[in-house]
T-cell receptor
Framework: GAVVSQHPSRVICKSGTSVKIECRSL??????MFWYRQFPKQSLMLMAT?????????EQGVEKDKFLINHASLTLSTLTVTSAHPEDSSFYIC??????????????FGQGTRLTVV | LAKTTQPVSMDSYEGQEVNITCSHN???????ITWYQQFPSQGPRFIIQ???TKVTNEVASLFIPADRKSSTLSLPRVSLSDTAVYYC????????????FGSGTQLTVLP
């Protein structure tokens, strides 16, 4: 099946610094990618929808100035956590769906990135 | 987006068949039902997808009654490595549509 690669898998940063997470679709083009956040023992919560060549769409309660999303190509979306604080520590997961139009397609998920802010 | 309800947790023993049922009473006509598996500190992995009746692949079966208001994921002869969280998702088609995750079911397979 299609592969979505996420990097890094684990990162520790100091409070106040910024961290960039990359999400790549390795063998298909994804005009749309999705970013989720997952806290321990909880489900995935959608943060934003990343659209190639345009601005991302953020879910209610997600600060767009704090979580910067760039989808510069059909195979790469990045999430930058700016001025990170300990409460931003979480598991971040990206996703992409193969195909266009109305054909139903399964979603492929990255391996996730464990962010720890100290 | 249709809301889903699943049991919070289930226990089973190795070699048994496990059935996890998901309720989705307000499923729309063009919604598909998809199940994902997630291990700790990993992204979700696609298991199976269906629209109606029964779908079977090499790892699971999905049973969907005629009214489509529920679905049952069936895992034959589970092993310890099947211990994971299983999510039932219901959503409309289209690559630009995001998936909304419910609370999931923690399946624990015991020796």
């Amino acid at each position: 099946g299609a592969v979505v690669s996420q990097h890094p898998s684990r990162v520790i940063c100091k409070s106040g610094t910024s961290v960039k997470i990359e999400c790549r679709s390795l063998d298909f083009q994804a005009t749309t990618m999705f970013w989720y956040r997952q806290f321990p023992k909880q489900s995935l919560m959608l943060m934003a929808t990343s659209n190639e060549g345009s601005k991302a769409t953020y879910e209610q309660g997600v600060e767009k100035d704090k979580f910067l999303i760039n989808h510069a190509s059909l195979t790469l979306s990045t999430l930058t956590v700016t001025s990170a604080h300990p409460e931003d520590s979480s598991f971040y997961i990206c996703s992409a769906r193969q195909g266009l139009g109305t054909t139903n397609t399964e979603a492929f998920f990255g391996q996730g990135t464990r962010l720890t802010v100290v | 987006l249709a809301k889903t309800t699943q049991p919070v947790s289930m226990d089973s023993y190795e070699g048994q068949e496990v059935n996890i049922t998901c309720s989705h009473n307000n499923i729309a006509t063009n919604d598909y039902i998809t199940w994902y598996q997630q291990f700790p500190s990993q992204g979700p992995r696609f298991i199976i997808q269906g629209y109606k009746t029964k779908v079977t692949n090499e790892v699971a079966s999905l049973f969907i009654p005629a009214d489509r208001k529920s679905s049952t994921l069936s895992l034959p002869r589970v092993s310890l490595s099947d211990t994971a969280v299983y999510y039932c998702l219901v959503g409309s088609s289209g690559s630009a549509r995001q998936l909304t995750f419910g609370s999931g079911t923690q399946l624990t397979v015991l020796p």
